[in-house]
């Protein structure tokens, strides 16, 4: 695990124990929603578990999802999406879904 203080670009961390969870780089899409209200698309993210694969009915089709957890406090931050059934949502892929209110951005 890294330090916010470890990177040069703004990144998101958790909100709990400010663990850095995704950089601003990274960051795909800011129109999606989760549980909690509001949420972010990144095509990467750091510093999570990935839970047991599952499919799931969202708004946009059927997925195969594992929700993912910090790996410093044990949140749950949202969603990493495995496989799309539809061919028009396959870019969401190996995306990771992380709702606003369990992060804080960082400079």
Known sequence: MADAATY???LFSCRICQNPIAL????L???FVAKS???YLFRHAMN????????????????SVADIFCCKCGQELGWKYVKAYDPAQ????GGFIIEIAKILKEY
């Open 37 to 39: 209200g509001g949420a």
């Open 24 to 27: 601003r780089d990274d960051l």
């Open 90 to 93: 396959k870019y969401k892929e």
């Open 8 to 10: 040069n670009h703004p």
């Open 29 to 31: 899409s800011k129109r």
């Open 48 to 63: 999570v578990v990935v839970g047991k694969k599952e499919d799931r009915k969202l708004m946009t089709g059927t997925f």
